[in-house]
């Protein structure tokens, strides 16, 4: 019996034409199901102060010469880069809110507080309600009326203060 062959010569290239076919579909799924998350810069120059909104329920009042990244995640993601800053936190429901300062992470409860930072750790000043303070070694509350100090690793020197040392740099009515 004669050999019959049969032509095949375009199988490799649907074979290869699929599989390219599948890589770029997925490649495309992924990017539509995990959208990319933006990032916003806010700083001011020495002299200037700027108050903006970071979500409907979040205003920052940045003290001059600062600076924080807010991201679109959910609950919002902010870092205080520089400076001082006064979140304004609206509503009862807390955890609206993840502050990053260096190492230290701090969350809301339906607050208002200033957080300051400076070389190797920074401070918070709680005006209404309270806030977590997450560190190495715990983490730690902050009501209303009360500052502490962090490090990265602790907090030290947590003290009632006067509504006057919350942000020094707001007006009175602001907070």
Do not use: C
């Not at 003290?159 to 007006?171: F, G, H, K, S, V």
Request: proline share 5%.
């Amino acid at each position: 019996m004669p050999d019959i062959t049969r032509d095949r010569w375009w199988l490799p290239f649907v074979v290869h034409g699929s599989i390219v076919a599948i890589a770029v579909g997925l490649g495309l799924l992924s990017w539509f199901i995990a959208a990319p998350i933006k990032t916003r810069l806010h700083e001011t120059i020495p002299g200037q102060r700027l108050t903006v909104l970071a979500t409907p329920d979040i205003a920052i009042s940045l003290d001059a010469d600062s600076s924080v990244a807010v991201t679109n995640t959910e609950p919002s993601g902010i870092e205080l880069l520089r400076g001082n800053a006064f979140f304004d936190v609206r509503g009862n429901q807390p955890g609206k809110l993840n502050l990053k300062v260096g190492t230290t992470y701090i969350r809301d409860s339906g607050t208002r507080f200033s957080v300051s930072k400076r070389t190797g750790g920074g401070s918070v000043a709680v005006a209404n309600g309270q806030v977590e303070i997450l560190v190495k070694t715990g983490t730690y509350l902050v009501g209303a009326h009360e500052r502490a100090d962090f490090d990265g690793i602790q907090v030290t020197g947590q003290r009632m203060i006067a509504d006057a040392e919350i942000a020094p740099w707001l007006p009175a009515d602001r907070y």
